[in-house]
């Protein structure tokens, strides 16, 4: 009978082949990115070794660390990466002059709804990342930084849409956004199949200063 680790290690040995064949035409750099990227979110940063990457990589460990100095190194450089294009994403919902505030929160809340129905989804990357690191790596700085400006985004759109409460709206937002994403992790949709619903009664049922 098989065990679990022998699946964990078939889905490892799979997936990997998988990512490889769609690396070739692209630099050492970019290639062990994407790789590291793939294997970390599916396996964990602490699961996936260099050697594990540098073969998906299609490449060996003295180019990887020409690269990156250390798997440290390439666990902020993956961080980074990540963070980088989730502030792009806000700033193509959240933005300045794309419409009103509430289209903004309408579109933000679209975009919650395609990330929870992503088959492929098993929470946020970032997160993960941030509960196997040590408090003091430096990849976690990088992490809560992206969280705050996420959280305050939220609340400026909040703030313009004269909601009265914009702090702690964004708060309860922000909560139940991360907590769905957790909860996909531990055992299918359940709760976070009727997060947008909640969403959108919380943002309707909240005050709102009439507009002047």
């Known amino acids: 009978m098989s065990t679990a680790l022998d699946k964990d290690l078939r889905n490892f040995s799979k997936l990997r082949s998988e990512i490889s064949g769609s690396l070739a035409e692209k630099p050492p750099r970019e ?13 964990g940063v602490h699961t996936v070794g260099v050697e594990a990457v ?18 440290d190194d390439l666990i902020v ?5 990540l963070a980088g294009e989730n502030v792009a994403t806000l700033d193509r919902l959240l933005g300045e002059g794309l419409g009103t505030p509430q289209q903004k929160l309408a579109a933000w809340i679209d975009h919650v709804e395609d990330v929870l129905s992503n ?15 040590d408090a003091g790596h430096p990849a976690r700085g990088v992490i809560e930084d992206y969280k705050r400006r996420k959280h305050d985004r939220l609340v400026n ?19 139940l956004f991360e907590g769905a994403r957790i909860s996909l992790q531990c055992g299918g949709s359940g709760p976070a199949s009727r997060l947008v619903a909640m969403l959108r009664s919380l943002l309707a049922a909240s005050p709102r200063d009439d507009a002047r």
């Open 31 to 43: 290639r062990i990115l994407l790789a590291a990227r793939e294997l970390f979110y599916r396996f």
């Open 54 to 71: 540098a073969e998906t990589a299609l490449t060996n460990k003295m180019t990887l660390y020409r690269h990156f100095r250390s798997k």
């Open 77 to 81: 450089a993956y961080v980074e990466q």
């Open 119 to 133: 088959k492929s989804e098993r929470g946020c990357a970032l997160a993960n990342a941030a509960v196997e690191l």
């Open 157 to 175: 759109v909040f703030r313009a849409a004269r909601y009265r409460e914009p702090e702690r709206l964004a708060d309860e937002v922000f909560l």
